[in-house]
C-alpha cells in the first residue's frame, strides 16, 4: 500500500507539471540568479530571483540553440517570445528530469548564486512555475529542456467570460475539442489505482480475519 501511495504521488507530480499545464502559447524570456535548488526527479526545481525590468536580449531569435531544439519548434519560438512580465520577484523553474539533463550534456548541477537565462512559459494556475524550454548557463552553455512537440494551444476566450460551449456538448467533449483532453486522463488513471490499490488492502485484510477464525 505505500509503495501504491509513493507511485500515484510521483504520477500526480508528473502531471503537474506536463507542458499542457503551462501557457505554452505565450513563450516568455527572464534572467536572474539562482537562490535555491532542490535536484533529483521527477524534476530538479531551481528558484531564480527575477532581474527587473526584465528586457529581451538583442539578437534573442539568432542565438544558437541545440539542434534537436531547432527540429521541435525553437527557433520560432524565440521569435514570438516576448520579455517576462510577471509580478512574481522569485519563479521556480522546473527542469527536464536528471537522467534527460545530463544525456543533453548537462554534466553539474545548477548552483545557489549562478546567473541563468531561461526561455519558456508560466504555469496557468501558480504564476511562481516556470517551465523552461531553454536554459542558458552562467558559462553560455544553452541546454534544452524539452523533447515533445508543445501541445495545441486552447482556443481564447471570450471577452465575457469563458469560450461558449456548443449546444449539446458535454464537458468531457468540450476539453477534447479544445487539446485539454488529455487533462482529464491523470485522474481517471489515479482514481483506478487508489480504486485497485483499496480492493487488495480489504481483500489481504479479509483473508487474515479468516485465517484467525480458523
Do not use: C
Given at each position: 500500500?505505500?509503495?501504491?501511495?509513493v507511485?500515484?504521488?510521483?504520477?500526480?507530480?508528473?502531471?503537474?507539471?506536463?507542458?499542457?499545464?503551462?501557457?505554452?502559447?505565450?513563450?516568455?524570456?527572464?534572467?536572474g540568479?539562482?537562490?535555491?535548488?532542490?535536484?533529483?526527479?521527477?524534476?530538479p526545481?531551481?528558484?531564480?530571483?527575477?532581474?527587473?525590468?526584465?528586457?529581451?536580449?538583442?539578437?534573442?531569435?539568432?542565438?544558437?540553440?541545440?539542434?534537436?531544439?531547432?527540429?521541435l519548434?525553437?527557433r520560432?519560438?524565440?521569435?514570438?517570445?516576448?520579455?517576462?512580465?510577471?509580478?512574481?520577484?522569485?519563479?521556480?523553474?522546473?527542469?527536464?528530469?536528471?537522467?534527460r539533463?545530463?544525456?543533453?550534456?548537462?554534466?553539474?548541477r545548477?548552483?545557489?548564486?549562478?546567473?541563468?537565462?531561461?526561455?519558456?512559459?508560466?504555469?496557468?494556475?501558480?504564476?511562481?512555475?516556470?517551465r523552461p524550454?531553454?536554459?542558458?548557463r552562467q558559462?553560455?552553455?544553452?541546454?534544452?529542456?524539452?523533447?515533445?512537440?508543445?501541445?495545441?494551444?486552447p482556443?481564447?476566450?471570450?471577452?465575457?467570460?469563458?469560450?461558449?460551449?456548443?449546444?449539446?456538448?458535454?464537458?468531457?467533449?468540450?476539453?477534447?475539442?479544445?487539446?485539454?483532453?488529455?487533462?482529464?486522463?491523470?485522474?481517471?488513471?489515479?482514481?483506478?489505482?487508489?480504486?485497485?490499490?483499496?480492493?487488495?488492502?480489504?481483500?489481504?485484510?479479509?483473508?487474515?480475519?479468516?485465517?484467525?477464525a480458523?
Amino acid at each position: 500500500m505505500k509503495s501504491l501511495i509513493v507511485a500515484l504521488s510521483l504520477l500526480s507530480s508528473t502531471f503537474h507539471h506536463g507542458w499542457e499545464d503551462f501557457r505554452t502559447e505565450r513563450p516568455l524570456y527572464l534572467s536572474g540568479t539562482v537562490t535555491q535548488v532542490r535536484w533529483g526527479n521527477p524534476h530538479p526545481e531551481v528558484r531564480v530571483r527575477v532581474a527587473a525590468p526584465a528586457r529581451l536580449p538583442s539578437g534573442l531569435a539568432e542565438r544558437s540553440i541545440p539542434a534537436e531544439l531547432e527540429q521541435l519548434g525553437g527557433r520560432d519560438v524565440l521569435r514570438r517570445t516576448q520579455a517576462f512580465d510577471g509580478r512574481e520577484e522569485e519563479v521556480v523553474l522546473i527542469l527536464a528530469p536528471v537522467e534527460r539533463l545530463t544525456a543533453w550534456g548537462m554534466t553539474d548541477r545548477v548552483r545557489e548564486g549562478e546567473r541563468v537565462e531561461a526561455v519558456g512559459y508560466v504555469h496557468r494556475e501558480h504564476a511562481e512555475e516556470f517551465r523552461p524550454e531553454l536554459l542558458v548557463r552562467q558559462d553560455g552553455q544553452a541546454v534544452r529542456q524539452r523533447s515533445v512537440p508543445l501541445p495545441q494551444s486552447p482556443p481564447p476566450a471570450s471577452p465575457g467570460g469563458p469560450a461558449e460551449q456548443p449546444a449539446g456538448q458535454d464537458a468531457t467533449t468540450a476539453a477534447a475539442g479544445s487539446g485539454q483532453g488529455p487533462v482529464v486522463l491523470p485522474w481517471l488513471i489515479g482514481g483506478a489505482l487508489l480504486i485497485g490499490g483499496g480492493t487488495v488492502a480489504l481483500t489481504l485484510r479479509a483473508r487474515r480475519a479468516g485465517g484467525k477464525a480458523s
